[in-house]
């Protein structure tokens, strides 16, 4: 096994942190939306797309109340 100059092992280092947080980034904002009932994975496009007429609607009809 050969072993590594130690700027080369920091640099790989860095590297991986700099991903590992974009990825942690990633999975906290599909995990935040999702628990806001915006997003879904397990849902189609067409039921998301109800969903926002239907909030549309709602909103247009309490706009129109008031």
Do not use: G, V, Y
């Given at each position: 096994m050969?072993?590594?100059p130690l700027s080369q092992?920091?640099?790989a280092a860095r590297i991986w942190d700099?991903?590992?947080r974009g990825i942690a980034?990633?999975?906290l904002r599909q995990h935040a939306t999702s628990k806001q009932g915006e997003y879904h994975p397990?849902?189609?496009k067409l039921q998301i797309l109800k969903k926002l007429r239907e909030q549309q609607k709602a909103q247009s009809t309490s706009v129109n109340a008031g």
């Open positions: 050969t072993t590594r092992l920091k640099k700099k991903a590992h980034a990633f999975w397990k849902e189609s």
